[in-house]
């Protein structure tokens, strides 16, 4: 069956960085697009970000443009997020999502989810 | 941005009961809409897609319906197992974008 598994979180002081990583399994990876969600405290799910199956193609949300950097590994079925300059307001369960569309949508919907990793910025 | 109220943010039922969540959005999404399950300590789990394409697994009594703007989940028969936050999501356009959350306590 599908796994998600999210790794790497943890508490970090404003200004730093983090790697997120996701380890996936019960799928052809390579075949599949795949993103990050999180759920800050307080506060609703918000997508982040999510690549193409080949990694060539990414697109962020407005508040992570130029702070966060995803990736994926094909040969070791994984996709990362790197997160830099963080912010309290980045402090949030991070969640690694397969993503899918319907045909005509304009974006994606979250297919399968990890159970999340939680980031905790504060000094 | 797509803005997607859902409503209400809580609401408690017995066993039995027929429940409906209401997800509204502030413009036109046409189908293009998703329904999530989340348990505490669990990961979230799809249930619905395209506003009313069930999901492989997921129980017949759930069911999803509405076009364009207002949409609803209805559980048909609730059990215990379905004590859960449900989480409605537009896929019209970037980014997607959740509603709150609804909040389902059994009697």
């Known amino acids: 069956q599908v796994q998600l598994v999210e790794s790497g979180g943890g508490l970090v002081k404003p200004g730093g960085s983090l790697r997120l990583s996701c380890a996936a399994s019960?799928?052809?990876?390579?075949?599949?697009?795949m993103g990050w969600v999180r759920r800050g405290p307080g506060k609703g799910l918000e997508w982040l970000v999510y690549?193409?199956?080949?990694?060539?193609?990414?697109r962020y949300v407005d508040s992570v443009k130029g702070h966060f950097v995803i990736s994926r590994d094909n040969g070791k079925n994984s996709v990362y997020l790197q997160m830099n300059s963080l912010r309290v307001d980045d402090t949030a369960v991070y969640y690694c999502?397969?993503?899918?569309?319907?045909?005509?949508?304009?974006?994606?919907?979250?297919?399968?989810w990890g159970l999340g990793t939680l980031v905790t910025v504060s000094s | 941005d797509i803005q997607m109220t859902q409503s209400p943010s809580t609401l408690s039922a017995s066993v039995g009961d027929t429940v409906i969540i209401t997800c509204r959005a502030s413009?036109?999404?046409?189908?293009?809409l998703a329904w999530y399950q989340q348990k505490p300590g669990q990961a979230p789990k799809l249930l619905i897609s395209?506003?009313?394409t069930l999901e492989n697994g997921v129980p017949s009594r759930f069911s999803g319906s509405g076009s364009e703007a207002e949409f609803t989940l209805t559980i048909s028969g609730l059990q215990p197992d379905d004590s859960a936050t449900y989480y409605c999501?537009?896929?019209?356009?970037?980014?997607?974008?959740f509603g709150q959350g609804t909040k389902v306590e059994i009697k």
């Open positions: 690549t193409s199956a080949s990694g060539n193609y990414k």
């Open positions: 395209k506003a009313s």
């Open positions: 999501q537009q896929y019209n356009s970037d980014f997607g974008t």
């Open positions: 999502v397969r993503a899918r569309s319907s045909r005509g949508s304009g974006s994606y919907y979250a297919e399968y």
């Open positions: 019960g799928f052809d990876f390579s075949d599949y697009y």
């Open positions: 413009q036109t999404i046409s189908a293009w």
